[in-house]
């Protein structure tokens, strides 16, 4: 083998060796940058992935306030609403208790429901009863036998320019009130009741 030949053999060599190198120079440049384009997207994955669950918790603290919110704004209204209802049905209410003294059969009703409750929580003794001036003596003689046939005493009828409706029972310390304003007075349960009654749906009542 001449000197040519032995040379070009040596280049020969060396290209070899640079394609190789230079081949395993690239394959390990692209697994780098494979890995690298892996490491990158699961990272932007990741990134993304938190940026969603924020965006969606933010999304839904804003729903909740908006909520909250409109429920006070609701609440608020229906409060008014109702205030303004009890601001009108309250005389109306009285009115219509006035009236039922005023209708014989109602008034009847009114003081023998008041007559049976002092006698379910009255002492025994001599009761006192306190009336308006114009209840009619007919209507107070069929009391007093009613009050007698319970095995008690006759009463007292005591007119009190007061009293507008209703009667006052007592007996000793003990006092029915069963009088106009004496049904009145618990104005916070009855002020429910006439909410739940408004409330209640039509013609679902229980005729009370």
């Known amino acids: 083998m001449n000197l ?3 040379t070009q053999g040596l280049l020969d060599l060396v290209l070899e060796y640079r394609e190789r190198e230079c081949r395993a120079i690239l ?3 692209r697994a780098d940058a494979a890995h690298l ?6 990272r932007e994955r990741a990134r993304l992935h938190d940026v969603v669950l924020s965006e969606r918790r933010d999304a839904r603290a804003r ?10 704004r609701l609440r608020a209204r229906s409060e008014g609403v109702q205030t303004h209802l009890l601001e009108l049905a309250w005389p109306r209410l009285r009115s219509a208790l006035e009236s039922c003294w005023e209708d014989p059969g109602r008034r009847q009703r009114w003081t023998r429901s008041a007559a049976a409750q002092a006698r379910a929580v009255m002492p025994l003794g001599t009761w006192r009863v306190r009336h ?3 209840w009619a003596a007919g209507e107070r003689r069929a009391m007093s036998e009613w009050i007698l ?7 007292q009828f005591l007119a009190d320019g007061v009293l507008r409706a209703g009667l006052l029972i007592q007996c000793g310390d003990a006092l029915l009130d069963a009088s106009l304003d004496g049904l009145l007075r618990d104005r916070r349960r009855i002020e429910a009741r006439l909410l739940a009654l408004l ?3 039509l013609g679902g009542g229980d005729g009370e």
Request: net charge negative.
């Open 4 to 6: 040519e030949e032995r």
């Open 27 to 29: 394959d390990a440049a």
């Open 37 to 42: 384009l892996r490491d990158t997207y699961g």
């Open 63 to 72: 729903i909740q306030a908006i909520r909250a919110e409109r429920d006070t």
């Open 132 to 134: 308006p001036p114009d």
């Open 149 to 155: 046939g319970q095995g008690l005493a006759l009463p």
């Open 199 to 201: 409330a209640a749906p």
